[in-house]
Nanobody, 122 residues
């Protein structure tokens, strides 16, 4: 497993942008696919985006496709989520997670960060 710490959340107006970062500890980061999930109050956790270990493949939820971009820097043990054209419905706690393979299914992720709050005002 890897230890994950998210940062970069905050309050932004609708239409604005934020970039989330997830720093990982351990030398095996580059062997993991990484994903971002989010959970809004009163709702279940939902998949946002995922990226393969090499960064060559990505996968997005339909709700964020074209607005969010996931990327990674294996030299820095960090994965990013660039969020543009933010909407109030994007408000949630965002979590990064690590998995053995590229997937959007939460149970296949075995390491999770503590989350970072993103709030989009209308």
């Amino acid at each position: 497993q890897v230890q994950l710490v998210e940062s970069g959340g905050g309050l932004v107006q609708a239409g604005g942008s934020l970039r989330l970062s997830c720093a990982a500890s351990g030398r095996t980061f580059s062997s993991y696919a990484m994903g971002w999930f989010r959970q809004a109050p009163g709702k279940e956790r939902e998949f946002v985006a995922a990226i393969s270990w090499s960064g060559g493949n990505t996968y997005y939820a339909d709700s964020v496709k074209g607005r969010f971009t996931i990327s990674r820097d294996n030299a820095k043990n960090t994965v990013y989520l660039q969020m543009n054209s933010l909407k109030p419905e994007d408000t949630a706690v965002y979590y990064c997670a690590a998995a053995k393979g590229l997937t959007g299914w939460g149970p296949e992720y075995d390491s999770w960060g503590q989350g970072t709050q993103v709030t989009v005002s209308s």
